[in-house]
């Protein structure tokens, strides 16, 4: 598949584990970024990387939240001991530019639930 | 900081029935509106996409109109079907520094029923 793709599809964890969310961008995808979905509500914009530079990470909501596009291409997004409150679906997208007029392509995501 | 809304949250309409999905946002410098469909456990489909020098974007059934001064778009669905059942997203893609970050709405749940 051509498409964007995270994996797990879902994770569940017990309060305080440490989760690694993956995500494979769509092939030359230069810009990619991560989201969070609460339910019911539209999703929030975590971080944005160009290459492998993260260029924004305004969106992470605590010093828990981790993400790393190393090379440029696959990126993950850590979560370090995980609260109740983090349970939520995160997406990836990418885009061929990260600016103004590229559409954004968004994977499945993943559905994170903190027991 | 900007602000998305959409109206209604929520609707349910018989199978050929047009209908309209809003959305309203605050700040009106934007550079793109975005209409994404989610279906449940799904990411996000993208549907239309309105330039801010557009004024509107048709695709098959739909159509989606935006007035960037106002700052209200619209989602025209046209004989609605069952499977047209998703959740209707709205974003804007505000200009100025950050201008590569979505900002969504809540969604609008539409339910066709046969």
């Known amino acids: 598949g051509a498409g964007v793709s995270q994996s797990p599809r879902y994770k569940v964890a017990k309060r305080g584990q440490d989760v690694a969310l993956r995500c494979d961008p769509i092939?030359?995808?230069?810009?990619l970024f991560w989201y969070q979905q609460a339910l019911g509500q539209g999703p929030e914009f975590l971080t944005y990387?160009?290459?492998?530079?993260?260029?924004?990470k305004s969106g992470l909501p605590s010093d828990r939240f981790f993400a790393e596009r190393p090379e440029g291409s696959v990126s993950t997004l850590k979560i370090q001991r995980t609260q109740q409150e983090d349970s939520a679906v995160y997406l990836c997208?990418?885009?061929?530019?990260?600016?103004?007029?590229?559409?954004?392509?968004f994977g499945d995501g993943t559905r994170l639930s903190i027991l | 900081k900007q602000e998305v809304t959409q109206i209604p949250a929520a609707l349910s309409v018989p199978e050929g029935e047009n209908l309209v999905l809003n959305c309203s946002f605050t700040?009106?410098?934007?550079?793109?509106l975005q209409w994404f469909r989610q279906d449940p456990g799904k990411g996000l489909t993208s549907l239309l996409l309105?330039?801010?020098?557009?004024r509107e974007q048709t695709s098959g059934r739909l159509n989606a109109s935006l007035d960037k001064s106002s700052g209200r778009s619209t989602l025209y669905i046209a004989a609605s079907q069952p499977g047209d059942s998703a959740t209707y997203l709205c974003?804007?893609?505000?200009?100025?520094?950050?201008?590569?970050?979505?900002?969504f709405g809540k969604g609008t749940l539409l339910t066709v029923n046969p």
């Open positions: 997208a990418s885009s061929i530019q990260g600016a103004r007029n590229q559409p954004q392509h």
């Open positions: 092939s030359g995808h230069v810009s």
């Open positions: 990387f160009q290459n492998e530079a993260q260029l924004d």
């Open positions: 700040d009106s410098a934007i550079y793109n």
């Open positions: 309105i330039q801010s020098s557009q």
């Open positions: 974003a804007v893609k505000s200009s100025g520094g950050s201008n590569y970050k979505l900002t």
